[in-house]
């Protein structure tokens, strides 16, 4: 309890020191007009309260992947709760906040145009693909969790129908002015996600769970340890908990309606260290309820290949620690949370594609036009298996966290700033995916011995280094490109 107890009290400590640190290093100026004063259309240009713009933007990154990655990741053991809180602080919120000012600082631009404008029209053309794909697979993703969780829940109406309901959602949540229906049904949406984390919460301490302990050693207790290797693997598998590149797809939604820049630290970096806490809650549940990490691993590794076990974890678990009328809200909460990502994630493919085609979205005509082929590319993706969809999800998000970390590493050293800030978790995650993608099992790794594998990460961490080394030198001996301008 006490190493889940100081995880906590360094998640909010490092909102309000570090937090306050990238800020400065930004250089937040609160008399600059912020795009939703300057640029205010009635559909994604829409002013909002800072609260409201922090409460979408907590929505619409916290899918399942701080509920069902953290509990999937403290199966590797207590060095989970230890990456869920230095990934939060120094990566993911880092990450969040730093993306989602440059896109307020540019416009509201969407994130392909923002990592291009750094680092090239070539990686902007394949951002734009990549990200594009990206947002399809956690639509698809975030229908067939929530669609399973709640014909669960429903024993007249199958996975069939709620999916149909859940995407016709998503298809008005991709259409309508941001403030119409999402601005609207979030609260709502969050009430259930708060009751289901503070719920949790309380009833760790009510029921003195026995939380492993940093001091118990951070080795691999993974089943498959053989395999499953705690590096690369666990800093996959909990992602959106500690950093999830899904995040600055969805930051430029918000950076669209934030009305002044000294709300950015509450709402992007904020938004962040809420996710975390949500997900140390969330491995701390799952590696106690069961006694240990062991029983915890034991009761999935008895799960039939295909359940979904990651849901049929928390749904024990709010069942029998909330009751039938609290683990109802708290499987609710776990519903809404995928639901209020997948809906957002559609929404940000429409703008990722309409600024490449500068397009107005003005009218609902050319929001159709683009909307369209990304509903039926989504539904298509639907017929992937969950798992697999899961998996190139996991790989896809932490990839797309690398170019953003590149690119606000390049953009702070463009504006003379200490990119150290950026270039450390960009070093790090450059080493996590790609040694994950050689040593990932087909068909989405090329299933490399992990020696070969690791070795080679750290050959093209080391090679992307050296590059940004290289060229930063040049750029101080012979000028900036502000320099130029």
Avoid at 126 to 135: G, N, Q
Avoid at 334 to 341: E, F, L
Avoid at 377 to 401: E, G, K
Wanted: hydrophobic content about 55%; overall charge positive.
């Amino acid at each position: 309890m006490l190493t889940f107890a100081g995880c906590l009290a360094l998640l909010a400590a490092g909102y309000i020191v570090y937090g306050a640190c990238i800020e400065r290093i930004f250089g937040m100026n609160p008399e600059r007009p912020t795009p939703a004063c300057t640029m205010p259309d009635g559909v994604d240009y829409v002013p909002m309260p800072w609260w409201r713009v922090f409460l979408i933007q907590f929505l619409n990154i916290a899918g399942l992947g701080p509920v069902f990655g953290a509990i999937m990741g403290v199966m590797y053991g207590p060095a989970a709760f230890l990456w869920i809180v230095l990934g939060t602080i120094f990566g993911g919120a880092v990450h969040d906040y730093l993306s989602g000012m440059m896109s307020v600082r540019n416009n509201g631009a969407s994130l392909p145009e923002l990592v291009g404008r750094e680092l090239g029209k070539y990686v902007k053309l394949f951002m734009r693909l990549f990200s594009v794909m990206l947002m399809v697979l956690v639509g698809a993703v975030f229908i067939s969790g929530p669609a399973g969780l709640l014909a669960g829940l429903t024993p007249g109406m199958g996975v069939l129908v709620w999916t149909v309901i859940i995407f016709a959602y998503y298809m008005l949540a991709t259409l309508l002015p941001v403030d119409k229906l999402i601005g609207k049904i979030y609260p709502v949406f969050g009430a259930a996600l708060i009751f289901m984390a503070g719920g949790i919460l309380v009833s760790l301490f009510i029921n003195h769970a026995p939380i492993p302990e940093l001091t118990e050693g951070l080795y691999n207790r993974h089943p498959n340890r053989d395999s499953l290797h705690i590096f690369p693997m666990m800093f996959v598998s909990i992602a959106c908990g500690a950093i999830s590149g899904f995040h600055a797809t969805q930051s430029p939604m918000m950076a669209r309606c934030i009305r002044n820049e000294r709300y950015g630290r509450r709402c992007f970096y904020g938004a962040m260290v809420a996710e975390g806490i949500v997900a140390l809650i969330w491995a701390a549940a799952g590696a106690s309820f069961f006694g240990s990490v062991e029983g915890l691993n034991r009761f999935v590794t008895d799960l039939p290949a295909t359940a979904n076990k990651a849901a049929e974890v928390v749904n024990l678990i709010s069942n029998t620690w909330l009751g039938k009328l609290g683990g109802l809200l708290a499987i609710l909460g776990v519903v809404a949370a995928p639901i209020t990502s997948g809906d957002t994630a559609l929404r940000s493919a429409r703008l990722i594609v309409a600024d490449f085609l500068h397009l107005d979205q003005k009218p609902i005509a050319k929001r159709l036009l683009i909307s369209v082929p990304i509903f039926i590319l989504t539904f298509l993706t639907l017929h992937m298996n969950f798992d697999v969809l899961w998996r190139y999800f996991a790989w896809s998000n932490q990839t797309l966290a690398v170019f953003t970390l590149w690119a606000v590493t390049v953009y702070l050293f463009r504006n003379r700033r200490p990119y150290i800030v950026a270039l450390l978790p960009a070093l790090f995650m450059t080493c996590v995916s790609s040694t994950y993608l050689l040593v990932a099992a087909r068909p989405e790794g090329f299933g490399l011995p992990y020696e070969i594998a690791l070795t080679a990460g750290i050959v093209v961490t080391a090679s992307l280094l050296a590059l940004f080394l290289a060229r930063t030198g040049k750029r101080e001996r012979f000028g900036t490109d502000d320099d130029a301008r």
